[in-house]
């Protein structure tokens, strides 16, 4: 199983970025999707997640209204849309498969990507 994640880069406040990541050895269709960041120093926190069942979306709190999370399961590609940046949003952010639901647990997903860069300048 391997998720390629990509799309990150440095962009100022307020601007947006699209990462995506790509899927490829497993059923991705049957899979919820996640995407967690890391910032060194802090814990790994969950960001959002899409389920494979009726597309049902969960976001944390601090990013509601400004990321979406969206999936093609004809490219075995989830996305994560992000909007009106902010400096807080600075980390490295991957990509992971669960064959649950979709939950914010990080304890729920079975694979995870490389990770890729966010940066985002004041």
């Known amino acids: 199983v391997q998720l390629q994640a990509s799309g990150g880069g440095l962009v100022q406040a307020g601007g947006s970025l699209r990462l995506s990541c790509v899927v490829s050895?497993?059923?991705?269709?049957?899979?919820?999707m996640g995407w967690f960041r890391h910032t060194p120093g802090k814990e790994r926190e969950f960001v959002a997640a899409?389920?494979?069942?009726?597309?049902?979306?969960l976001y944390t709190n601090s990013v509601k209204g400004r990321f979406t999370i969206s999936r093609d399961n004809n490219m075995n590609t989830v996305y994560l849309q992000m909007n009106s940046l902010k400096p807080e949003d600075t980390a490295v952010y991957y990509c992971?498969?669960?064959?649950?639901?979709?939950?914010?647990?990080?304890?729920?997903?079975?694979?995870w990507g490389q990770g890729t860069q966010v940066t985002v300048s004041s």
């Open positions: 899409i389920s494979w069942i009726d597309d049902r979306t």
């Open positions: 050895g497993l059923s991705f269709s049957n899979y919820a």
């Open positions: 992971a498969s669960s064959g649950g639901l979709g939950a914010s647990r990080s304890s729920e997903y079975d694979y």
